[in-house]
Structure formats: structure tokens, C-alpha cells
């Protein structure tokens, strides 16, 4: 589904990123591991090409994205990071939000549906401020899927939750993962996370792959 080849990003002369290649299938998890700095989040945003890789590339189902026009890459290639990045208004708002810029309207049942789905019925016309930081998430992950991408981005999704909120996100991204055939690939400083959630792991230092392989064997899981 998504294969990086060679990929590289060097900002005046200091290489953020070097070389890093790997591949994950239809319906997969890759864990992207590795310590504060290594480069895991400049991954992420080269994927969705928030910034530009300036070596390398990703293919995108067989294609080379570069090919892809940019909307529709960002729209086949959904990102949720840390912390909700939800605008002051209405729950209903926030998810309807990527379809319109896609040109597309989200009728009332399909944004019941995804709501469901994230197991917030009946949030429509919550105000997004009066939100817990997982019900937060759980609408950041609704605003995603809103836009049925075929890649989900994951930036340290559960890293700002407590324990509890943490497994039911980790809960609930299983079951759209299994129910979507969605890939995903999500950073995590949280070992036991990425045994739990991962069929792949790579592992950042300093920029650089120093692992990739089946979760299995790289977790010792
Ligand atoms: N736009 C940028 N320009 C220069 N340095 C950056 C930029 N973005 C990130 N960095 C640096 O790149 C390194 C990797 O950052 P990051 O990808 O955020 O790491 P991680 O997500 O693994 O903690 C850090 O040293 C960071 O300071
Ligand atoms: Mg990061």
C-alpha cells in the first residue's frame, strides 16, 4: 500500500532525515519508534508531503506520489497527531470540515455514522471546548475517517490521554483498522503500544533506520 524508498529531508545542511525505506501492506500497522528527536514526526509529514523529502520517494498503492495531486494525496493519506487540532465550533463542524474542502458534502446520517463509529452518538452539537482529551481524539480520528483515507497517520495519538482513554483509543482504532482494511502508521514512544497495535516496526536514531522488520520479531513481542 505504501512503500518510502531512499527517504531523506536536509534543511540547510543538517540531515533530519537519511535514507529511510520500508513498506507496509493493506490492513497493516507500522510502529514508528526511536527517542525524542530522531526524526519520527519529520517522517510523518514527509508522508502526507507537509514538507517535501529532498531525496527519495513514496509510493502510494503502486504510484509515485509525487504524481498524485496534492489534495487528493492529503485526502487518501489522513493524519491525527498528538493533541485534537479541532476549530471553536460544533462537533458536526469539525468533521464535515475536510469533506467541504474536498469538494464533497457530509450528509447528516454519514456524520451519525462516523460518529457511531467513534462511539460518540448523539455528539453533533456538542461544542468542541467542552470536550475530554479523548473525546477530543475520538473526533479527531472521526474528522480523518471522514475523508475515507486509505493511509492513517498517527502522530503519538495516545501520548497526551491517561490510561484508560488510551487502551479505549487503542480499542477503537483496532476495530476501524480491521473494519476499513485502513494501513496505518503510527509513532509511538509506548513499547507495549506498538506490541499491542503493530505487524511492523521501525525504529529512528538521529534520523536514521536502524531497524525494520516484522513487529513479531523486533518487539520481541
Ligand atoms: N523545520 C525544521 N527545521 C530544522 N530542524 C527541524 C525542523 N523540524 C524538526 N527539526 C529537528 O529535526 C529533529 C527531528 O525532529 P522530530 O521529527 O520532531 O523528532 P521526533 O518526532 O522523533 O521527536 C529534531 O532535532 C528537530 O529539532
Ligand atoms: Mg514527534
Redesign the pocket.
Known amino acids: 500500500m505504501l512503500r518510502a524508498t531512499g527517504l531523506t529531508r536536509t ?2 545542511g ?1 540531515a ?1 532525515l537519511a535514507q529511510v525505506s520500508f513498506h507496509v501492506a493493506r490492513a497493516e500497522v507500522l510502529a514508528v519508534l ?10 510523518l509529514r514527509l508522508l502526507n508531503r507537509l ?1 517535501e523529502p529532498t531525496a527519495g520517494t513514496v509510493e502510494l498503492a503502486g504510484q509515485d506520489y509525487h504524481t498524485i495531486p496534492l489534495r487528493e494525496l492529503r485526502r487518501r493519506v489522513g493524519m491525527v497527531m498528538q493533541r485534537a487540532y479541532l476549530f471553536p465550533g460544533s462537533v458536526s463542524q469539525n468533521i464535515a470540515f475536510g469533506p467541504a474542502q474536498h469538494g464533497s458534502t457530509l450528509l447528516q446520517p454519514e456524520i451519525d455514522a462516523l460518529l457511531e463509529q467513534v462511539g460518540l452518538r448523539d455528539y453533533n452539537e456538542r461544542l468542541v471546548h467542552t470536550l475530554s482529551g479523548g473525546e477530543a481524539q475520538r473526533i479527531a480520528i472521526a474528522r480523518a475517517l471522514a475523508n475515507q483515507p486509505e493511509v492513517l497517520l498517527l ?1 503519538e495519538p495516545t501520548s497526551a490521554l491517561d490510561e484508560v482513554s488510551k487502551l479505549a483509543i487503542e480499542e477503537l482504532l483496532e476495530s476501524i483498522i480491521h473494519q476499513r482494511h485502513l494501513t496505518c502508521i503510527w ?1 509511538t514512544h509506548d513499547w507495549q503500544q506498538a506490541i499491542r497495535m503493530a505487524d511492523k516496526a521501525l525504529f ?1 536514531e538521529a ?1 536514521r533506520q536502524t531497524q525494520f522488520g516484522s513487529a513479531k520479531e523486533l518487539l520481541h513481542a
Not at 34 to 43: D, E, M, Q, R, W
Open positions: 534543511v540547510g543538517a533530519l526511536g527517542p525524542s528527536g530522531a526524526g519520527k514526526s519529520t517522517l514538507d502522530d509513532v529512528l534520523g
